[in-house]
């Protein structure tokens, strides 16, 4: 299933935060949406997902879901959005609940999720017990478990430890190669944009607007690979570049705000 | 070179720890001075019976079956008002925190009859629903259903919304967020409400027996303070503490079962 972003604009009150974005997602494929802070990623996965009414323009989608999905559009939040009075497979179970499958046909999903992001063990822990990893896990784990069409990653990995975010990133690229799950991967992080994305859409700072959409010519797989490396970091120093004067300017105008 | 000194200690205490025996043995000899001083006739036992004394009355009232008859009377009314007040409170305050009309319409409302003393609409309900059980069981809700509407609105107020958006961005039902979602994520702060609201009925209880009542402990206490009779008096006290105590232990207990998640 395709996800196609058509002209969306997007202000609260008198603040444009989105002007005029267009941007698609093919099947398999994962768009990195980059930008500086406050130039309206969120505000964009939040339309995309139908969990904001967008100014102008539209979102939709072609194409069928898979026959298993129960939710085409899934979120991974950035503050995992855990229930703290559920355990591990309680929170997995949640999307599932109100869909009437059988207790076996349940079962089964919430165990499958949960063994295919290592999470096993821990189905009864509290998300208490959990460290900042585990906690995103389960999240995953939950968004897997409605089998999505398409993922909705609000900067996943921005609220870990560096350590966290680089085996979490392992898992997420194990992940894609299993499934070739489809994503719009929201992130301030170049580095994490450059390891999973297929193509990396660059936004400029309030209001955002498409600044460049640049494609990452090697296969995800082949990232690690010495060969590569020389390519990854002329496209690290370019899209550097890009995001550098964006988030200065950004950075000065929050400021000036502040100030004002 | 001179010669290196020691880096002295001055962190260190503001941080007082509890002292397992120092209470039970506290209470034991306040308890012991008091029963001394009686015995040796240092205080009149019409001011301030010993401890034994009351501690007879007490075993009087229970042997003669006047204990169950008070405590009977006032547990039923403090049951059935703080059920109905807390039903009523938990709805409106369900209400005020999720609709945007009863909130408009209930803040200012509830904020303006709260401060009320609802002991003071006694009268009122008196004339309304007679003297009988009626208008003291609906003093009593009147106590509880503020409190607990304010617990709940703000119990409901704090579930974190991205909790909420979470939900509905897996399509979960509005019926199933309020139960899965809003409800427990409400819990802890609603209980904490039940403890004041628990506190609030045993003080309306007492007063309204006070003002009018022919069984009840608070009636009983009334009583026997007219009559002076001061064991029985301080009996009566004593029960009612045991009853706070007892109201308390029980929501602690809930708050243990339901929230071990915490």
Redesign the interface.
């Known amino acids: 299933m395709d996800l196609l972003v058509e002209g969306v604009s997007h202000g609260y009150g008198a603040l444009p935060v989105l002007d005029g974005v267009s941007l698609s997602i093919a099947s398999g494929e994962i768009v990195a949406l980059l930008g500086p802070s406050g130039c309206g990623k969120s505000t964009l996965l939040g339309i995309a997902g139908g969990m904001v009414a967008p100014g102008a323009g539209r979102v939709r989608l072609r194409g069928e879901a898979p026959a298993a999905c129960l939710n085409p559009l899934t979120y991974v939040f950035q503050d995992f959005a855990l229930l703290p009075w559920r355990d591990v497979a309680g929170n997995v179970a949640l999307p599932l609940e109100h869909h009437g499958l059988g207790a076996a046909e349940r079962a089964r999903r919430v165990d499958d999720a949960l063994a295919r992001i290592g999470l096993s063990d821990f189905r009864g822990a509290w998300p208490r017990q959990l460290s900042g990893g585990m906690r995103q896990r389960v999240g995953i784990a939950r968004a897997l478990v409605v089998e999505p069409a398409v993922l909705l990653m609000d900067e996943p990995l921005s609220a870990l430890d560096a350590q966290t975010r680089e085996l979490l990133m392992e898992d997420l690229l194990a992940l894609w190669r299993q499934t070739r799950f489809t994503a719009l991967y929201v992130t301030h992080n170049l580095a994490e944009a450059l390891r999973l994305a297929h193509r990396v859409v660059v936004l400029s700072r309030r209001p955002g607007r498409v600044r460049e959409v640049v494609k990452v010519p090697v296969p995800v797989g082949e990232r690690g690979a010495p060969a590569a490396a020389a390519t990854l970091a002329a496209l690290h120093e370019r899209l550097w570049a890009l995001v550098r004067d964006e988030a200065r300017d950004a950075e000065r105008e929050i400021a000036d705000a502040g100030a004002a | 070179m001179p010669e290196p000194r020691d880096v002295a200690f001055r962190g260190g205490g503001f941080a007082p720890t509890r002292r397992r025996l120092a209470a039970p043995v506290a209470f034991a000899v306040l308890l012991l001075a008091w029963e001394g001083a009686g015995r040796a006739g240092w205080i009149s036992p019409i001011f301030l019976p010993r401890p034994g004394a009351v501690l007879e009355a007490l075993a009087d009232l229970a042997r003669s079956g006047a204990l169950a008859a008070h405590l009977g009377a006032s547990l039923s009314r403090i049951a059935g008002g703080w059920a109905i007040g807390t039903a009523a409170g938990f709805a409106a305050g369900l209400a005020i925190g999720l609709a945007s009309l009863a909130r408009s319409v209930g803040v200012p409302l509830v904020s303006a009859l709260f401060p009320i003393p609802k002991i003071a609409l006694l009268p009122l309900m008196i004339l309304w629903f007679g003297i009988g059980e009626a208008s003291k069981l609906a003093t009593i809700a009147l106590g509880v259903f503020f409190p607990t509407a304010i617990a709940v609105h703000a119990a409901v107020d704090g579930v974190p919304r ?2 909420v ?9 509005a019926r ?1 967020i309020l139960l ?2 809003v409800l ?2 409400a ?1 802890p702060a609603i209980l904490a409400g039940f403890r004041i609201t628990a506190s609030i009925a045993l003080i309306l209880v007492v007063s309204a027996e006070m003002i009018g009542a022919q069984q009840g402990i608070g009636q009983f206490v009334l009583q026997a303070g007219n009559l002076m009779i001061p064991e029985d008096l301080l009996a009566g006290i004593l029960v009612l503490s045991l009853l706070g105590l007892a109201i308390g232990a029980l929501i602690g207990a809930a708050e243990r079962r339901t ?1 071990r ?2």
């Open positions: 991205n909790l958006r979470m939900a509905q961005s897996f399509g979960v039902p199933d899965k979602v427990p994520g819990w929230t998640w915490r």
